[in-house]
């Protein structure tokens, strides 16, 4: 029977070993998101016939990951029914997430009519070429390139820097005065992540980037690499008394460190309006659509 164990820093070898192999594009399938989200999520890891499984406890409900092999010819229909049998054993209703288009036809086909499928659209990953964030070519970006001009002209065109360990805690200063405007009770989930981001920032094997204007950061940004091919933005905060900084660090970050990849996954929009517009100001090519599949009760 499958046991599942809290999340340490040790076992990010392990899961990058399924994760990179998997060929999904999700922002949750990195080591990174998994363990500075663990205590708000209350996540756990099984590994068990060949497959990695990662339970979180939300509110009370019991939700899981899809299952994820070093394979990718693997059974998933054994894992699902693994997860079935478990969820049988502890009386806890099965529900899977991150469940794409592709993933869902391919559960409806090895095990039609089993589960009931919800599109979850304020979960659904913003994803983008790294030309295109880079660059910034074409009329439709002019307003950003505008942005950045302003930026520029107010803080100078030398204002980046990669974060490393001599100034990662200038960033939590900056994530302190950006919060002291906002609800403390709604940001200590998100206060608890950015520290463990910041204080396991090596270990993590994150990457990252700020602004400064009058040796002060102005704006940080920080991510983690799903695979070769997609990088994907965990934390990005920005001071709203500077004008321009959200699309300066956006762009500066891209060009400094995801120049490699072919994709940036910028994450959810989380059902805010002032997020969703802001993501598709910068024209994904890809909106992952995600799902969860709840098991039809007999």
């Excluded at 396991?200 to 102005?218: H, I, M, P, T, Y």
């Excluded at 072919?262 to 989380?270: C, G, Q, T, V």
């Amino acid at each position: 029977m499958m046991e599942f164990k809290e999340v340490t820093l040790e076992m990010k070898p392990l899961v990058d070993s399924y994760f990179r192999q998997s060929g999904n594009m999700g922002s949750e399938f990195t080591f990174s998101n998994l363990f500075i989200w663990r205590k708000k999520n209350k996540t756990t890891l099984a590994e068990y016939g060949g497959f990695l499984f990662v339970r979180y406890i939300i509110q009370g409900k019991c939700y899981f990951l899809l299952p994820v092999s070093k394979d990718r010819n693997a059974d998933l229909k054994s894992a699902i029914q693994s997860l079935i049998d478990y969820t049988n054993s502890t009386c806890c209703k099965l529900v899977i997430a991150g469940i794409t288009v592709e993933v869902k036809a391919k559960i409806e086909s090895i095990m039609p009519g089993v589960f009931d499928f919800e599109k979850k659209p304020d979960w659904y990953d913003y994803i983008y070429n790294a030309d295109d964030l880079i660059n910034l070519r074409g009329s439709k970006y002019q307003p950003k390139r505008n942005h950045i001009n302003k930026f520029e002209l107010l803080r100078g065109k030398d204002s980046f820097e990669n974060l490393t360990r001599d100034n990662l805690q200038d960033c939590l200063h900056t994530y302190l005065k950006w919060a002291e405007a906002r609800d403390p009770d709604e940001l200590k989930d998100e206060y608890i992540a950015v520290t463990e981001a910041l204080n396991n920032f090596e270990a993590l094997g994150l990457k990252g980037g700020l602004s400064r204007f009058d040796g002060k950061v102005c704006a940080f940004t920080i991510g983690a690499e799903i695979n070769p091919d997609v990088f994907v933005i965990h934390i990005e905060k920005g001071l709203v008394d500077c004008t321009g900084v959200y699309a300066a660090i956006n762009r500066d970050f891209a060009k400094s460190n995801c120049s490699t990849h072919k994709y940036i996954n910028r994450e959810e929009d989380m059902g805010i309006e002032g997020l969703r517009k802001a993501k598709q100001s910068y024209y994904p090519a890809i909106h992952l659509e995600k799902n969860v599949a709840r098991l039809k009760e007999k």
